[in-house]
């Protein structure tokens, strides 16, 4: 009898093990059962001959031709089921993207400045040519869903740490007469003026002015070369330094432009959602990004960002004076892109039907 107990016992445990192991063999051959489902399109396991052919992302010659349209959503019907959401943005609904380094009211040149006159025009512009701004909360929202957002919208970013004051003479007569707000590219210094500080958090209570992470010296650059000690300190030091302000912020406005593979990742471990460079490759859409992914000789200032794979970590911007001239262009790629996307919309509509309904349900109806 104890034999026979034995023997059973050995051969529950071979099962056991057995079983144990074909589960794990299981999971290796099917990577999208650990994989995470924002990132992977499993939309269906036909072969890509039997799905639809789909129109290829939208192109424009009114960029640099070395700035091209990166796209970053890879569940393909996740993505045209936000993209025809009757609820969400319209085709071609485009974002600007425009630092302000320094607003100049004096006759002395600064070097990054706007003289107001210009800055005056510039805003304007942007209202009579019919945008609105954002803050970094509806541009994330708009690019990894569609959410809803004006058809011309504009996040206006002031970077470094400007006074109350500063604020109430440049911007505030915009707020009051249009609801346009800012994002102020913050500066998490160690010693800040309690004065400074105290004055800037009575703006973001308000609603006025949306503080976002830049570092905490205003002068260093990141890149892959920079040690991992200060990759840390200024984007660490960006979180603990906005706990003033009594929110968790969403953007990093990469410290004078430098950014690189480490501070990307370290960004993304962070939980950072958002970054933006220096670059003026133009401006965004919903799943349309414009990047280089090599050198340009003819400006060799700007860095590659196309090969950090993480379009929306590396945003492009206007300069405020690039900005004046861009407007047209602006709107002109807005106008292309939503002609483009409506006369595919039944081709898309078909995709979906055939590939993503089954999983994903109908197309939602106004």
Known sequence: MQTRNALQEILLRSIFVLTIVFILISCQLNPSATADPATVDNSSNESVEDFPPLPATFQTNLLNP???????????????????????????????????????????EIPDSIRILEFFDLMEMLKAQGFDTIDTNQLHAFLQRNAAIPPRSVLLIQDGNQSEEYFDKNFREYFERWGWTVTNAWVSEPEIDPVLLEGNVSLEEEGFVNHQARGVTPDTILSDDVAKTIIARELQGSLNGLVS??????????????????????????????????????????????????????????????????????????????????????????????????????????????????????????
């Open 66 to 108: 070395l700035d091209t349209p990166h796209t970053y959503l890879n569940d393909t019907c996740r993505s045209l089921r936000y993209k025809w959401n009757p609820i969400n943005s319209e085709p071609g609904t485009v974002v600007m993207v425009i630092l302000i380094k320094n607003i100049n009211r004096g006759t002395t």
């Open 245 to 366: 302000f009594n929110k968790f912020p969403n953007a990093i406005i990469w410290p004078n432009g430098g950014f690189g593979y480490r501070p990307v990742d370290a960004a993304r471990q962070l939980r950072f959602r958002l970054g933006f460079t220096q670059n003026p490759r133009g401006p965004i859409m919903y799943n349309w990004i414009p990047l280089a992914d090599a050198a340009d000789p003819e400006r060799p200032g700007l860095i590659p960002e196309g090969r950090i794979n993480d379009p929306v970590m590396t945003i492009p911007m206007y300069s405020a004076n690039e900005a004046i001239n861009a407007i047209d262009t602006v709107r002109a790629i807005s106008k292309a892109a939503a002609e483009y996307t409506l006369a595919n919309k039944e081709t898309e509509f078909e995709y979906y039907n055939t590939v993503c309904a089954e999983k994903y349900g109908p197309l939602p109806t106004p």
